[in-house]
């Protein structure tokens, strides 16, 4: 009787180590199929309702509710830039010459509300511009450097994840996107992703405020 039962148990735990082995090999197999992200978007993109879109990351306490706007709901550049923006699960890190759009400003304040570790990189003479989304992110809680040169922070890239790249020649701002000719690549590619990745910091280090200079060496 008891090397019935031994048997037993030896014969479950034989399963269970059989089944542990077939989920591992499934998900490695899913790991192996899913492919780097490659995809370029162009602008102008189409007037399209994102509210369905940003309503849907807000969490199940946002309301739901159909936006009475008569734009149409469907696929368009915004939405698949926006889509890529809001896959972001534990960094993002933004580094624009202008920001006015609200639809993206609303989306990287929900990444930050989820808790994601957003950081914002901004050119400093266009931040202050009306419909600059920039004081509304420092209001949100978000951390923003900006330069303090002669020349412009012309940089236009973000990158989700430390994983993924989104760059191009487009600002952030409502007149690019629905009026400007422009395109973004977004790439997965460590390849692409690291320089980025080391630019972002490099210019995050030399924008800290403690390194502002407020006058000049020659003031007295």
Same mark, same amino acid.
């Given at each position: 009787?008891?090397?019935?039962?031994?048997?037993?148990?030896?014969?479950?735990?034989?399963?269970?180590?059989?089944?542990?082995?077939?989920?591992?090999?499934?998900?490695?197999?899913?790991?192996?199929?899913?492919?780097?992200?490659?995809?370029?978007?162009?602008?102008?993109?189409?007037?399209?309702?994102?509210?369905?879109?940003?309503?849907?990351?807000?969490?199940?306490?946002?309301?739901?509710?159909?936006?009475?706007?008569?734009?149409?709901?469907?696929?368009?550049?915004?939405?698949?830039?926006?889509?890529?923006?809001?896959?972001?699960?534990?960094?993002?890190?933004?580094?624009?010459?202008?920001?006015?759009?609200?639809?993206? $400003?609303?989306?990287?304040? =929900? %990444?930050?509300?989820? *808790?994601?570790? &957003? +950081?914002?990189?901004?050119?400093?003479? !266009? #931040?202050?511009?009306? $419909?600059?989304?920039?004081? =509304? %992110?420092?209001?949100? *809680?978000?951390? &923003? +450097?900006?330069?303090?040169?002669?020349? !412009? #922070?012309?940089?236009?890239?973000?990158?989700?994840?430390?994983?993924?790249?989104?760059?191009?020649?487009?600002?952030?701002?409502?007149?690019?996107?629905?009026?400007?000719?422009?395109?973004?690549?977004?790439?997965?590619?460590?390849?692409?992703?690291?320089?980025?990745?080391?630019?972002?910091?490099?210019?995050?280090?030399?924008?800290?405020?403690?390194?502002?200079?407020?006058?000049?060496?020659?003031?007295?």
């Amino acid at each position: 009787m008891w090397a019935a039962g031994a048997e037993r148990r030896a014969g479950l735990v034989a399963a269970a180590a059989a089944a542990a082995l077939a989920l591992g090999l499934a998900a490695w197999r899913w790991r192996r199929r899913r492919r780097p992200v490659r995809e370029v978007l162009f602008f102008p993109s189409r007037p399209s309702c994102t509210e369905a879109l940003l309503a849907e990351v807000a969490g199940p306490g946002a309301a739901a509710r159909a936006c009475p706007c008569p734009l149409p709901r469907g696929d368009c550049s915004l939405s698949r830039l926006l889509r890529r923006l809001l896959s972001a699960r534990r960094s993002l890190e933004i580094c624009l010459f202008a920001f006015s759009c609200p639809q993206l $400003g609303r989306a990287v304040q =929900l %990444l930050h509300r989820r *808790g994601v570790r &957003v +950081r914002v990189v901004t050119d400093a003479q !266009y #931040m202050g511009l009306q $419909g600059s989304q920039i004081g =509304l %992110l420092r209001h949100a *809680g978000i951390q &923003v +450097r900006h330069d303090q040169e002669n020349g !412009y #922070m012309h940089h236009k890239f973000a990158i989700v994840d430390r994983r993924m790249l989104i760059t191009g020649s487009l600002n952030w701002t409502t007149q690019a996107i629905q009026n400007n000719r422009e395109n973004v690549l977004v790439m997965e590619d460590a390849e692409y992703v690291k320089p980025f990745l080391d630019e972002f910091e490099r210019i995050w280090e030399e924008y800290n405020p403690i390194n502002y200079r407020f006058f000049s060496k020659d003031s007295k």
